[in-house]
């Protein structure tokens, strides 16, 4: 049914940049809102940015802003988020959403998410 499956992350030394890819299955990417969040241990989950499907707007949160870019391959049914100058307020699980409406706190369908390691 609906998938989605997140990969590209690892480790990476700060200042260093990492590309994530989300895939989906089950549905097509293009008609849904797609986002990424992303989560670290004490922390509550944040958003960081979103791909509305209604508009095609891209919103980034404020603490990406300008540092990651999100980008969409409707061939390959995948999304990107490209992130730059990464630092270690950075490490947390990397999560890809989406839902059919549009960009929201609280996506119906969700991955497993990917860990984003920033250390020297």
């Known amino acids: 049914q609906v998938r989605l499956v997140e990969s590209g992350g690892g480790l990476v030394q700060p200042g260093g940049s990492l590309r994530l890819s989300c895939t989906a299955s089950?549905?097509?990417?293009?008609?849904?809102?797609i986002g990424w969040f992303r989560q670290a241990p004490g922390k509550e989950r944040e958003g960081l940015s979103c791909i509305s499907g209604s508009d095609s707007n891209t919103y980034y949160a404020g603490s990406v802003k300008g540092r990651f870019t999100m980008s969409r391959d409707n061939a390959k049914n995948t999304v990107y988020l490209h992130m730059n100058s990464l630092n270690s307020e950075d490490t947390a699980v990397y999560y890809c959403?989406?839902?059919?409406?549009?960009?929201?706190?609280?996506?119906?369908?969700w991955g497993k998410g990917t860990l984003v390691t920033v250390s020297s």
């Open positions: 959403a989406a839902d059919i409406s549009s960009c929201h706190r609280r996506m119906n369908y």
């Open positions: 089950g549905f097509t990417l293009n008609e849904y809102a």
